[in-house]
């Protein structure tokens, strides 16, 4: 079965430390994959896609096929980037259908 | 810019009543989705549909059902709330491969 895992429920670091939240995926063939974040009272909006492999408000993820991880990443974390992130994975099916993980709330201290 | 609007940001329903949630995309999108999003379970999908009138279950579409009567609606039906549905709901629409655009949610709270 296709499925997508964000072992961090929590995540809590400094402003200015590194900051990366884990998402790995079971599935076989080639993946498109998404990180979404949703900031306090605002709608859930797509942060980056694996397939653009571009970097937006400094984070970054990179596909790693052979580990089947998409971990998002940033060098230095700002307290505005505390919201709630999702990781969505699609492998093959139609419809534009995603499968998500169960979210990481990453809270970044002044 | 893609716009995806929900009918009601907060609602607030009896037990047994008849509720209905609509979604309306402004971008010609094929598929429609409702979700509902709860603490600690993250976003789990409730009902799809990738085209007028055809829709699809979710991983938890018992206790609703969902209408697709024009491309750019479409709307989440509680037949008989019920206060295990009290959650924020979203809808979603998306073409067949990029991301999915969501609505800003509604806050339901089932009495």
């Known amino acids: 079965a296709q499925r997508v895992t964000q072992p961090e429920k929590l995540l809590s670091v400094f402003k200015g430390a590194p900051v990366e939240l884990k998402c790995n995926y079971s599935?076989?063939?080639?993946?498109?994959l998404f990180w979404y974040v949703q900031y306090s009272r605002q709608r859930l909006q797509l942060l980056l896609r694996?397939?653009s492999r571009e970097s937006i408000k400094g984070f970054t993820a990179d596909l790693n096929k052979g580990e089947t991880s998409f971990h998002l990443k940033k060098p230095f974390a700002q307290e505005e980037d505390s919201a709630m992130y999702y990781c969505?994975?699609?492998?093959?099916?139609?419809?534009?259908?995603?499968?998500f993980g169960q979210g990481t709330i990453l809270t970044v201290h002044p | 810019d893609v716009k995806v609007t929900q009918s009601s940001r907060y609602l607030v329903k009896r037990t047994g009543e008849k509720v209905f949630l609509e979604c309306v995309q402004d971008?010609?999108?094929?598929?429609m989705f409702w979700y509902r999003q709860d603490p600690g379970l993250g976003l789990r999908l409730i009902y799809f549909?990738?085209?007028?009138?055809?829709?699809e279950k979710g991983d938890i579409p018992e206790g609703y059902s969902v209408s697709r009567e024009k491309k750019e609606r479409f709307s989440l039906i509680l037949e008989s709330a019920s206060t295990n549905q009290t959650s924020m709901y979203l809808c979603?629409?998306?073409?067949?491969?990029?991301?999915?655009?969501f609505g800003p949610g509604t806050r339901l709270t089932v009495t």
């Open positions: 549909s990738y085209d007028v009138k055809m829709k």
């Open positions: 694996h397939i």
């Open positions: 599935y076989s063939g080639s993946p498109e």
């Open positions: 971008m010609d999108h094929e598929n």
């Open positions: 979603a629409s998306s073409w067949d491969r990029g991301g999915q655009y």
């Open positions: 969505a994975f699609r492998g093959g099916t139609s419809y534009g259908k995603l499968t």
